[in-house]
């Protein structure tokens, strides 16, 4: 009975999600969750893996992790085109991870970990390092079920660098209970993937809440992976789309260990079938409330029938405006100087909400912090709550918290000179005149919802609607991301070593050489050599023991 | 007279199964290993790449499994940007062979293929945080492949532009490895202009050396790619592609057929070899005691069982509690110096320079 108890709170479930988006693109995100009731802190080791892949097991039991968050991503989301995705993601590779209270020596951990996670997705994130790891102080609280929140547990770190390809996609994929052999892990192939305007795959794991009670917790592990798809440059020149096209595969059947397999496709601006039709028709379909907006779903059920492949037109109209949008930019000229500009828009008519800003700057550049300034509607806006603390060279970045006040349809500016360092020779890439990068600013937000959110966190809600935690129906909580920042520092001349070390050793040469030579030098007068008859002569007088010939 | 008859086939069986089984171990070696290494950044250098990963390709696919091969690139050309087709690395024109694939995992990628970390990998002498698949885990029993291509010249090889490894430091290596006994066979293979120049000072037993040019020749590419806009691949390693495609995991060719790969005709260059160290003779030695793997699988059907434990309950937490952040941090109020202070330290310090110096400065000041 123990046994048969502990393979039911295994479950695995697989969805994609298809949402057409106005600008004329195809937003496709797939969702892989598996749950499992198991305890990985205590002293006898867990052994016996069935769906939650071993490899990431080890790493929680070894690392004494309570949550992980790794994200991959290549392209940047655009959020006044495309809304809001599902799930947030920066360009390059993040990763935040809150330790158990048992961890005595958090940045020892924290290395490893990231040198063991750079072996698992192939990744170098064994780059990550002090140089670029901050503790926030107030951002990036747990998703999950946690005892306390203490932020000295908390490590968060970005490598806007980081490329995204096939190799980082296939260890992703063998994550899966059915790889990508079955279900609609099928679809998943990284020709088409890739050649995208924004890729993103993403690994999280926590604890939650089995039921509704919440007696019990078990380890949620979520892959997620984000595409959009543009469709015109990608070949399709007509306004339609096909599984089949976008991802050059057709579904077969569902993961045979999956406890449900579905896709949805979103029809909200579709109610009576006037603009496009979905072939095959479904009668099944579902409303959930996601992102503060209550959309109609489409329902195919892979576990049910047997299913070929889905096609359907796009669609025309308005969407809703997204509430909050950020970006950033660097001002100024030269390379000595600069300034970073971080403007946020509050896009909501009457209603003002708090959003938590978070900049992490390298060493780098050095921040004047009395030169902050936040400024909404051209007067000055005083955050409620600012966290600075100041880098050290080679060692810390910078790191700024603030919780600014947005007033209701306003623009907020948020200001900051640096200066740009010269680094150390041996410190510059091989390739430095392409530019150091600056990770992205993470606006956390709390934001005013017209549609009440569920706050029931029950299994049976579609798994893109019930990633964040929701506490109060008249809000929900988005994390955006701004643009990495590409900035020039000042680069030396890499051949000037080898110029210095020539010319120098000529001027040595020549000039101490030649005075040397006329210092030292002796002139001595020398016979010319003897023709060959009066060699032999010479040689005969010698034994003779007569005087030689001159 | 039929006992004897029996005895004699029975003989006959056993010499002949202890024959195959001895030929089975001959080389000595229990397993295979492979270390890929591109040394190239920049995407006009796209031809290092595809030939490192054709190499990749054709090892993997004669049996070596990714958990025993180190691939090393420093730059990445599939998902380039300037790629027309993405997440794919052509060797042939026409873009007939992706050798990039579905399955790759590339161990070491981008800043980190540095001269340090690839001594590192070889002398088995990393950091104790790093992961298995970036280790190379041979023993004394191992067959190793090394393969090098990028730029060189007379004597080293330049690592993406910004440093060098000479011969002799890969030569002192090599030494490290045989005395750490890291290597039971060792073939090397270069493929960059001058590539002979690198393999002339090793000193250890046991290693073969292959190289596509002599010293004061270059490696030539082979052909371009219009739609793609660089060269594909090197000649040499093309013409050794195309040799591996037609070796699978049974086959019998050895050495002296990798010998005459790309003769100067095809190559323009002189591809050069160095055996005098290895100790077995060329002609016995398979192309698949390199390429190819020897694996031993263990099946178990056991199964472990679980436990159990606990009662409480839980809740989330807020995502943004925005009164417990501001009350985080006790305001901080700037510390003055209480009123009149200043103006009575200036007072004092006055009347002291007065009462020092008399009266009569007075009027200099106001």
Redesign the interface.
Do not use: M, W
């Given at each position: 009975t123990?046994?048969a108890?502990?393979l039911l709170a295994n479950d695995f479930q697989e969805e994609l999600v298809i949402r057409p988006l106005h600008s004329g693109d195809i937003y496709a995100s797939f969702q892989f969750r598996t749950l499992w009731?198991?305890?990985f802190m205590?002293e006898n080791k867990?052994?016996?893996y069935r769906l939650f892949p071993k490899s990431l097991g080890q790493v929680i039991s070894k690392f004494s992790v309570r949550e992980l968050h790794i994200s991959f991503t290549?392209g940047y989301w655009r959020t006044m085109q495309w809304g809001q995705p599902f799930l947030p993601s920066p360009p390059g590779a993040e990763l935040w991870v809150w330790f158990q209270d048992s961890v005595t020596d958090v940045d020892a951990a924290w290395?490893?970990l990231t040198?063991?996670l750079?072996?698992?997705f192939?990744?170098?994130l064994?780059?990550i390092d002090s140089t670029n790891t901050v503790q926030p102080?107030?951002s990036f609280?747990?998703?999950?079920?946690?005892n306390e929140?203490d932020h000295r547990f908390l490590r968060y770190a970005t490598l806007p660098r980081e490329?995204?390809?096939?190799?980082n996609l296939?260890?992703w994929k063998k994550l899966l209970p059915c790889g990508s052999k079955a279900g609609l892990a099928v679809l998943l192939?990284?020709?088409k993937?890739?050649?995208s305007s924004f890729f993103s795959q993403t690994v999280h794991i926590r604890p939650v809440?089995q039921d509704r009670?919440?007696?019990?917790?078990s380890w949620e592990l979520r892959q997620t992976l984000n595409v959009v798809f543009d469709l015109h440059t990608s070949g399709q020149g007509k306004r339609e789309w096909s599984l089949f096209k976008m991802f050059s595969r057709t579904l077969t059947e569902a993961c045979p260990l999956a406890s449900s397999s579905k896709i949805y496709i979103d029809v909200t601006d579709n109610p009576q079938e006037e603009y496009f039709e979905l072939s095959p028709a479904t009668p099944l379909l579902s409303q959930a409330v996601v992102l503060g907006d209550r959309r109609t779903f489409s329902v195919y059920d892979l576990t049910q029938q047997l299913f070929k492949s889905v096609s359907d037109l796009l669609p025309a109209g308005s969407m809703l405006r997204p509430l909050l949008h950020a970006e950033r930019y660097v001002a100024g000229y030269g390379l000595q100087t600069g300034e970073i500009h971080t403007v946020m828009y509050n896009n909501h008519p009457f209603r003002s909400f708090?959003v938590?800003l978070l900049d992490s700057v390298p060493w780098y550049l050095r921040l004047y912090i009395h030169t902050l300034t936040v400024t909404s509607k051209g007067k000055d806006n005083t955050p409620?709550?600012i966290?600075y603390q100041p880098s050290k060279d080679r060692m810390r970045p910078h790191l700024l918290e603030m919780?600014v006040q947005l007033p209701p349809h306003s623009v907020t500016e948020v200001t900051v000179q640096f200066e740009r360092a010269l680094l150390k020779w041996t410190e510059y890439?091989?390739?430095p005149n392409h530019g150091f990068y600056v990770g992205s600013s993470v606006i956390?937000?709390?934001v005013p919802s017209s549609v009440a959110m569920d706050t029931n966190?029950t299994q049976e809600q579609p798994l893109f609607s019930s990633f964040?935690?929701c506490?109060e129906e008249s809000s929900y909580?988005v994390r955006v991301y701004t643009e990495p920042l590409l900035v020039n520092l000042p680069t030396p001349d890499?051949s000037m070593p080898y110029n210095v070390i020539c010319l120098t050793c000529t001027v040595v040469a020549v000039g101490y050489g030649s005075l040397y030579n006329l210092l030292t030098r002796s002139f001595q007068i020398e016979e010319p050599n003897p023709r060959l008859a009066k060699k032999i002569a010479n040689f005969i007088r010698r034994i003779r023991g007569v005087p030689l010939l001159s | 007279m039929l006992a004897a008859i029996i005895m004699l086939i029975f003989i006959c069986f056993c010499v002949h199964f202890q024959n195959t089984a001895g030929q089975f171990f001959s080389s000595g070696h229990t397993n295979n290993w492979a270390v890929l290494v591109c040394t190239s950044r920049f995407w006009f250098n796209y031809r290092h790449v595809a030939n490192t990963l054709s190499v990749y390709r054709s090892v993997k696919r004669l049996g070596i499994p990714d958990s025993h091969i180190v691939l090393m690139l420093a730059d990445d050309m599939a998902c380039n940007h300037r790629n027309p087709k993405p997440a794919t690395v052509f060797s042939h024109r026409n873009m007939e062979l992706n050798v990039y694939g579905d399955d790759v995992e590339v161990d070491y990628r981008g800043y980190e293929v540095t001269v340090e970390n690839f001594l590192r990998v070889l002398t088995g002498r990393l950091p104790p945080s790093t992961p298995r698949s970036k280790r190379l885990l041979s023993d004394d029993r191992s067959n190793i492949l090394i393969y090098l291509t990028g730029h060189g010249g007379n004597g080293f090889l330049k690592f993406q532009d910004s440093e060098e490894i000479s011969n002799v430091e890969l030569a002192d290596a090599f030494e490290q490895m045989w005395q750490k006994r890291r290597y039971n066979e060792l073939l090397f293979i270069i493929d960059t202009c001058q590539g002979a120049s690198m393999y002339e000072r090793f000193y250890s037993p046991n290693i073969m050396a292959l190289a596509s040019s002599q010293v004061g020749e270059d490696s030539l590419s082979h052909q371009p790619d219009l739609a793609i806009g660089v060269h594909l691949m090197d000649r040499y390693t093309f013409y050794l592609l195309e040799f591996l495609e037609d070796i699978h995991p049974a086959s019998k060719s050895n050495m002296n057929d990798l010998f005459k790969v790309c003769p100067k005709s095809q190559c323009v260059s002189t591809p050069g070899h160095r055996t005098d160290l290895f100790l077995r003779d060329p002609g016995s030695v398979l192309i698949t005691d390199f390429f190819g793997s020897v694996r031993k699988v263990e099946i178990t059907m056991e199964q472990p069982y679980l436990l159990k434990v606990q009662e409480k309950t839980y809740s989330y937490v807020d995502q943004l509690p925005v009164s417990e952040i501001i009350h985080q941090k006790p305001k901080q109020k700037d510390w003055h110096p209480p009123d009149g202070f200043i103006l009575g330290l200036w007072t004092l310090i006055l009347l002291v320079f007065f009462k020092t110096y008399g009266i009569k400065h007075l009027k200099h000041i106001f």
């Open positions: 123990l046994v108890r502990s009731e198991t305890d205590r867990v052994s016996h290549q290395k490893e040198n063991v750079s072996g698992i192939c990744a170098s064994n780059f102080s107030a609280k747990p998703l999950g079920i946690v929140t490329i995204v390809c096939t190799e296939t260890p192939k990284s020709e993937l890739f050649h809440c009670e919440c007696k019990t917790t708090p938590l409620s709550y966290h919780l890439t091989p390739d956390s937000a709390l966190i964040f935690p506490k909580f890499f | -």
